[in-house]
């Protein structure tokens, strides 16, 4: 091979100068603060912000200092667990990309070669390259032969063949035989490259630098910007009622500067008990928690909100290559001079055949045998040689090769002479056929069915021994065993699969049918006539759709951009940098943990383990977190509105705090964790994987959930009110102080048995229960810390020790709400 002195000392200098240094602009680190102020951005954190400021305005009369705090901390504590959950996942994430070892590529510099840090690499870098070698930048092929397995970029599994070509290079194209691009990855063969791009200016680069836009918002913060303002309605009117009733009831003789800040106080205390303030913890805390449970399922989660994207997720863009297919090369048949066609159990259908085919792949290969296996080589050698070496058991050939001729794209074939005088070939079928000794129909024959191969995305290897045909080695890109059933799960839950795939046509068509996405009625493009749609007639065409083929990287991004248009929750799968802007752009990316730092940085979960299950599983996280979310929802508006019909009732016959904001504070703060915390520990149930994905804009709270919940809040209202009121009550209890006591308690299982109501759907309030451990173990303590505040409470919380026979009597009227809710569901058949 010619010598290359390379660049002098003083040349590399002024190359860094002029074209700069072969890194990639990192991408900007959002500090704590930056994430704490954005997590405040969230809907119902406004409203809770805005009641804060109205607190903080009557604080020097009302002297409510509890209530204020308790708002705030409310406030904190949710913005701090989820800013600490986002930051513990970027620092895992960092320490996953840590776990790629720095490059080191060897280069000639003043005559001599040295092995440099590929960030040291400069334009006009005369790079030597072997097999197994990462090439670091980009540049054109001075001397040489390699091949190249280029599927970071462009997603082919196939390796492309590299060598010295006249032709310049206008422009970036993956199939130029003498461009060579940063990231990809040297499979066989020896060359010597120039540098002619380094960082940003690569392919690689410019991919990497295309993924600056803003992601889409959640589903999830759609939802609940239409949730605050609904809310927030509700809140406000059932303030002003509250203060119109309150001022009647008191405006006899006129109403003073002392009653108008009372009615303030009461808007106030209105409005945060409308709120759902427990909400944003409850999502943080469930989030968090689903989080640490998808990690241990292999599932890295960077966005606390992908979890609950996952679940809205109405298409999904996937890949081929390392998504569908395992993304390495496996012999799937045999086919033998006599048209039988062996697809497993080779050695011993072969039998003393097969140590012929054997000796004639590992003879005839540029592979290696070691202990850890064959190495050197491109993927083709070793793959053949370890399936030569299992026809012949592990027992290597005692064979002198005495010449070879390898590869190149040239001859489409390989040779090898041994010193007892045989020649071994292997190649291209259409090359090798012809000089087989077979008459006319049997080489037609063989054709026929190599051809059909072809078609049915395999790769078909001749091999002879000089004239004598030994046969054809069948090799593809062998699909995931899980594919087939994770793809049937993703349709069952409605979920619409595209394979996007560079491709060509009749792979991507076999390799689809084969794992399920493409059905009968499925259509197929290819990128050339993808382009030819306007973005109005592929949007027509989009539920139709199943198959992109020979696809570029804007043509995912565009998929993507399309599919958006239409509301759908949209979910991208990959693992080259190649896939990176459409995982960024898409509401969910999913990138494999085995890919490139550019496609793990771009999207929004890493599956660690390159299982295709896994997103079946983040979809199933993902709908048991709404249906949670849901459930807490029906929960806790249900007792807010008890509540506020409490505010709103109580001053029309005098009583202006029936519960005090010691007691609310205890219900809001105490409650929503603990309920949330019970409420998420929901176990994924199938039942939800098929249901169809929830719609973008579709309300949080169904009408369903809205005759729950006024069914649950009128009945509430109406026995806490009973409560209060009846003469009977105040005779059973007596002492005044006893019957706040009492009503407090009361208040309190009510709230406990409104959770069983909201968590099961059906007759059978039980159902379930137990697979929800945390469920049990928190109401249950709820139950006991409550007897604790009777007892224990004092001043504190205005309550005094009672007979264990008023806790009793508390307790069998806060059953009540369970027949009730029974009752309803049997009336309405829900």
């Known amino acids: 091979m010619q010598e290359f002195y390379g660049l002098t000392p003083h040349e590399v200098?002024?190359?860094?100068?002029?074209?700069?240094?072969?890194?990639?602009?990192?991408?900007?680190?959002?500090?704590?603060?930056?994430?704490?102020?954005?997590?405040?951005?969230?809907?119902?954190?406004?409203?809770?912000?805005?009641?804060?400021?109205?607190?903080?305005?009557?604080?020097?009369?009302?002297?409510?200092?509890?209530?204020?705090?308790?708002?705030?901390?409310?406030?904190?504590?949710?913005?701090?667990?989820?800013?600490?959950?986002?930051?513990?996942?970027?620092?895992?994430?960092?320490?996953?990309?840590?776990?790629s070892a720095q490059i080191q590529s060897r280069v000639k510099r003043a005559g001599k070669t040295l092995l440099v840090p590929a960030t040291e690499i400069?334009?006009?870098?005369?790079?030597?390259?072997?097999?197994?070698?990462?090439?670091?930048?980009?540049?054109v092929m001075l001397a040489g032969e390699i091949s190249v397995d280029q599927s970071v970029l462009n997603g082919e599994s196939l390796e492309c063949h590299k060598r010295v070509s006249a032709t310049p290079a206008q422009t970036a194209d993956f199939m130029a035989p003498n461009q060579l691009f940063a990231g990809t990855v040297v499979t066989g063969g020896t060359g010597v490259m120039q540098v002619t791009a380094v960082g940003g200016q690569t392919v690689y680069g410019k991919i990497a630098a295309g993924l600056t836009e803003n992601p889409p918002t959640s589903p999830l913060k759609v939802k609940l910007s239409k949730l605050a303002n609904l809310v927030s309605i509700i809140g406000y009117v059932g303030a002003a009622i509250a203060a119109v009733t309150y001022l009647i009831s008191v405006g006899g003789g006129g109403i003073t500067f002392h009653e108008v800040l009372t009615a303030v106080t009461l808007v106030v205390s209105v409005v945060v008990m409308a709120v759902p303030d427990g909400l944003p913890m409850m999502i943080t805390v469930v989030l968090s928690s689903n989080m640490r449970a998808m990690m241990r399922d292999q599932l890295l989660?960077?966005?606390?909100?992908?979890?609950?994207?996952?679940?809205?997720?109405?298409?999904?863009?996937?890949?081929?290559?390392?998504?569908?297919?395992?993304?390495k090369l496996s012999v799937c048949g045999v086919l033998l001079p006599n048209g039988q066609y062996v697809t497993s159990d080779f050695r011993s259908t072969l039998g003393g055949f097969g140590?012929?085919?054997?000796?004639?792949?590992?003879?005839?290969?540029?592979?290696?045998p070691t202990a850890q296996g064959f190495i050197g080589g491109n993927i083709t050698d070793r793959v053949l040689a370890q399936f030569g070496s299992e026809l012949l058991g592990g027992v290597m050939p005692k064979v002198t090769k005495q010449q070879t001729q390898p590869f190149s794209s040239a001859t489409k074939y390989m040779a090898t002479t041994t010193s007892e005088g045989d020649t071994y070939y292997k190649g291209a079928t259409e090359v090798l056929l012809p000089h087989c000794h077979l008459d006319v129909l049997e080489r037609a024959r063989l054709m026929q069915k190599v051809t059909q191969l072809n078609q049915q995305a395999m790769r078909v290897i001749c091999?002879?021994?000089?004239?004598?045909?030994?046969?054809?080695?069948?090799?593809?890109?062998?699909?995931?065993?899980?594919?087939?059933?994770?793809?049937?799960?993703?349709?069952?839950?409605?979920?619409?699969?595209?394979?996007?795939?560079?491709?060509?046509?009749?792979?991507?068509v076999t390799i689809a049918r084969e794992v399920g996405i493409l059905e009968h009625d499925g259509l197929v493009l290819t990128s050339d006539e993808l382009n030819r749609l306007d973005d109005q007639a592929l949007a027509h065409l989009l539920p139709k759709l199943r198959v992109v083929a020979r696809a570029y990287p804007q043509d995912k991004s565009r998929l993507v951009r399309v599919a958006q248009s239409l509301n759908l929750v949209v979910g991208m799968t990959g693992d080259g940098v190649n896939d990176a802007p459409a995982l960024k752009r898409a509401e969910l990316g999913f990138a494999m943990g085995s890919g490139t730092e550019v496609a793990k940085a771009a999207g929004d979960i890493v599956i660690m383990d390159d299982n295709i299950h896994s997103i079946t599983k983040a979809v199933s996280f993902g709908r048991t977190l709404f249906e949670s979310i849901r459930k807490f929802l029906v929960f806790k508006l249900t007792i807010n509105f008890i509540a506020m019909a409490i505010c709103?009732?109580?001053?029309?016959?005098?009583?202006?705090?029936?519960?005090?904001?010691?007691?609310?504070?205890?219900?809001?703060?105490?409650?929503?964790?603990?309920?949330?915390?019970?409420?998420?520990?929901?176990?994924?149930?199938?039942?939800?994987?098929?249901?169809?994905?929830?719609?973008?804009?579709?309300?949080l709270i169904t009408p369903a959930m809205w005759g729950k919940i006024i069914w649950g809040s009128v009945f509430g209202s109406l026995i806490c009110m009973w409560f209060l009121l009846s003469p009977r009550v105040q005779n059973i209890v007596g002492n005044q102080q006893v019957f706040v006591t009492v009503f407090f308690t009361f208040f309190m299982f009510l709230n406990v048995c409104n959770a069983?109501?909201?968590?099961?759907?059906?007759?059978?309030?039980?159902?379930?229960?137990?697979?929800n451990k945390a469920?049990?173990?928190?109401?249950?303590?709820?139950?006991?810390?409550?007897?604790?505040?009777?007892?224990?409470?004092?001043?504190?919380?205005?309550?005094?020790?009672?007979?264990?026979?008023?806790?009793?009597?508390?307790?069998?009227l806060a059953l009540s709400m369970l027949p009730a809710e029974m009752f309803r569901r049997a009336l309405f058949n829900c």
């Not at 989660?301 to 890949?319: H, P, Q, W, Y």
């Not at 140590?355 to 003879?363: E, R, S």
């Not at 205890?666 to 309920?675: E, G, H, R, S, Y």
């Open 301 to 327: 989660v960077r966005k606390l909100s992908a979890v609950e994207t996952a679940g809205s997720l109405n298409i999904l863009f996937t890949d081929k290559t390392g998504t569908i297919t395992q993304g």
């Open 648 to 699: 709103i009732l109580a001053p029309l016959f005098g009583m202006i705090a029936p519960i005090t904001v010691i007691q609310m504070l205890w219900i809001n703060l105490v409650m929503d964790t603990l309920a949330g915390l019970a409420f998420g520990g929901e176990k994924p149930s199938p039942v939800y994987m098929r249901q169809p994905p929830k719609r973008r804009d579709e309300s």
């Open 756 to 771: 069983f109501n909201a968590r099961a759907n059906g007759i059978n309030l039980l159902r379930g229960l137990f697979k």
């Open 355 to 368: 140590k012929i085919l054997g000796t004639a792949l590992v003879v005839n290969n540029e592979a290696e």
């Open 463 to 508: 091999v002879t021994q000089g004239e004598v045909l030994l046969g054809f080695i069948v090799i593809r890109d062998t699909v995931r065993p899980e594919a087939c059933a994770s793809i049937q799960t993703l349709h069952d839950a409605k979920i619409q699969v595209v394979l996007v795939t560079g491709d060509a046509r009749d792979t991507a």
């Open 13 to 99: 200098e002024q190359a860094r100068a002029d074209y700069g240094s072969n890194t990639l602009t990192p991408p900007k680190k959002r500090s704590f603060w930056q994430i704490f102020i954005g997590n405040l951005g969230d809907p119902i954190m406004k409203i809770l912000m805005i009641v804060t400021g109205i607190n903080l305005a009557c604080l020097f009369y009302t002297h409510n200092f509890l209530e204020t705090f308790g708002i705030v901390m409310s406030i904190v504590i949710a913005v701090t667990v989820s800013t600490l959950s986002e930051l513990g996942s970027e620092s895992a994430f960092q320490k996953l990309e840590k776990m």
């Open 775 to 812: 469920f049990v173990i928190i109401m249950s303590a709820i139950i006991v810390s409550q007897f604790f505040i009777v007892f224990y409470g004092g001043g504190i919380f205005r309550t005094v020790p009672v007979d264990w026979g008023y806790i009793i009597f508390a307790g069998v």
């Open 122 to 139: 400069v334009v006009g870098e005369i790079v030597l390259l072997s097999s197994g070698d990462k090439i670091p930048a980009d540049g």
